[in-house]
């Protein structure tokens, strides 16, 4: 969700090892001490803090507090840099060899081995224990052993077989330090990926007790939790003895949640929280925010995307993609994102963020412009006319005032009715739409998990991914990215790119706007750093004095 210094990863280029910069350190006696305490604006995680089950922020950016992946990504440049992995080696794109650092330990102080990532991704691989990250295992060898398809087709009726194997056939454990990947086909930019979340490792003490560890989550990571709740928020405590490169300056981080984005920057104002993400619309007009705080400001593009999905189970929406193409053509983007954003977000053209490599302007066609005549005549070719909603959720900086200017612009150019609808906060929204209960137009938006147009395609939109909100299926889109996965460098880029294209035929998903990031902080801290990814690096921040 964030520019960023780009540049082509050799990653995964045949008869190559992955290279990195910024290998992983240990510790010494001359590290600084951590010390004092942060708050940091949270929202709720609409699921239990177990990382292959986390795919939203509210619970990633705990997630990312707690865990170290193979792959770190560099908080300036989003540069994937070796974490707990020395190397991650293929000849082919296809075997991947990962030997792993043997410092690593989990905050209860046992070993980080090779087994605590094959096991950890079995689990999450298991049909039955139906993990929302489970897609990004699915090219792994063995994954649609752990997931037979329901003969009957019909979620309502289940009748999907169990398993007859909880293994991917295509781990292997070779050492207590190092482990190989057999995938199903080739993928060049595999070790770009591995510092996602859904890749963490987990302690053998996760087994015995999930829902416990959903609760308070034990990793590897430069921090651990110690108490909280999702309504409340979660403190953290630094690890003592943490040996990755990221090792914390400060003792503790609070993440506070909050429903009303405004009570959050009050708090801001009164020096009683340290960290916001992102400030309220109110507080972008004539830039009041830097006003408000001089000098301790952020104004950054990130590698995050906002759009609107339609949810194309439901009959309204189901093959026709006039009505998706009327609703792009009525929202004025420019007006919007001039008026309710003070031009701190920028009118999308496609649907990959513009930080990453590959990145096409105007992928969408003619359907990311304003032209109500069009509009109406797309609409008029639509077998359903409306009315309609936009669904968003009211805890996120802007949402509504933005849901509430989009259905006033639908409302202009088509003369059919459109209301938002309003969700108290980001989890309930959540969990309708991943029980694909909407009904009309709903908010998306995403912040990019790695750096690469895959990220920004593959989850999203591909048939059955873990982030396909609105069922989205579409045969030519998934063959190329198949085959963009086993391409290296433009090659790849290319293809991508005629992915994004068939994207515009459908216009299932609509894009809004690129975001930029405008943060906040308090008096009380200092080295703040807002990463390409959105989020505050905690590895650098510091209290003053």
């Known amino acids: 969700m964030r520019g960023l210094a780009r540049k082509r990863w050799v990653a995964g280029a045949v008869g190559l090892a992955f290279v990195a910069v910024g290998l992983t350190a240990c510790g010494s006696d001359n590290d600084p001490v951590a010390s004092g305490s942060v708050s940091i604006f949270g929202c709720k995680p609409q699921n239990p803090l177990i990382p292959s089950n986390t795919n939203e922020v509210c619970g990633g950016n705990v997630m990312d507090a707690v865990f170290t992946q193979l792959v770190n990504y560099n908080p ?229 995307i906002q759009t609107a999905t339609l949810p194309v189970y439901n009959a309204n929406f189901k093959n026709d993609p006039n009505v998706a193409k009327a609703l792009s053509l009525a929202i004025d983007r420019d007006s919007i994102t001039d008026k309710v954003f003070n031009k701190g977000r920028t009118p999308a053209t496609g649907w990959v963020s513009p930080v990453v490599e590959g990145y096409k302007a105007g992928a969408c066609g003619e359907f990311c412009t304003y032209d109500p005549a069009k509009a109406k005549e797309f609409l008029a070719k639509a077998k359903f006319k409306g009315p309609f909603t936009f669904a968003t959720n009211s805890d996120g900086p802007g949402n509504v005032t933005a849901a509430t200017a989009i259905c006033n612009s639908i409302k202009n150019a088509l003369g059919v009715a459109c209301t ?27 912040q990019m998990d790695y750096p690469s147009m895959e990220n920004f395609l593959a989850p999203l939109y591909q048939t059955g991914a873990s982030a396909n909100d609105g069922a989205y299926s579409n045969k030519t889109f998934d063959d190329l990215i198949t085959k963009a996965a086993a391409e290296n460098g433009d090659a790849a880029l290319a293809t991508y790119q005629e992915a994004e294209a068939v994207l515009a035929e459908d216009m299932s998903v609509i894009p809004l706007w690129y975001q930029a990031q405008q943060s906040v902080w308090s008096t009380k801290v200092d080295n703040v750093k807002v990463t390409p990814f959105s989020t505050l690096d905690l590895s650098s921040i510091t209290l003053k004095g």
Do not use: C, H
């Open 420 to 446: 938002p609808k309003v969700y108290t906060d980001f989890s309930t929204l959540r969990t309708d739409v991943g029980e694909k209960k909407m009904t009309s137009m709903f908010r998306t938006g995403w």
């Open 76 to 304: 300036d440049t989003a540069k994937p840099e070796n974490a707990v992995a020395t190397s991650i080696e293929s000849s082919d794109n296809t075997t991947w060899t990962v030997k792993l650092n043997d410092n690593y330990t989990f905050s209860d102080g046992t070993k980080v081995t090779a087994e605590s990532f094959v096991n950890a991704w079995n689990w999450s691989s298991y049909g039955p224990n139906a993990q929302n990250n489970s897609y990004f295992f699915a090219n792994i060898e063995g994954f649609d052993a752990l997931n037979p398809p329901d003969p009957d087709d019909n979620p309502e009726t289940n009748n999907t077989p169990k398993p007859k194997t909880d293994k991917l056939t295509g781990l292997t454990v070779v050492s207590p330090t190092e482990f190989t990947i057999k995938l199903t086909s080739p993928a060049s930019s595999y070790p770009v990926q591995l510092g996602y979340t859904a890749f963490a490792p987990l302690p053998a003490s996760f087994y015995d007790d999930t829902v416990a560890f959903g609760k308070k989550p034990l990793g590897n990571g430069p921090f651990k939790v110690v108490s909280g709740s999702p309504d409340k928020g979660f403190t953290l405590e630094a690890v003592e003895g943490y040996v990755g490169p990221d090792k914390p300056k400060v003792k503790s981080v609070v993440f506070k949640t909050y429903q009303n984005p405004g009570a959050a920057y009050a708090d801001m104002q009164g020096n009683n929280l340290d960290f916001m993400d992102q400030v309220p619309d109110s507080a972008l007009v004539d830039d009041g925010y830097q006003k408000d705080f001089p000098d301790r400001f952020a104004n950054k593009p990130v590698g995050v």
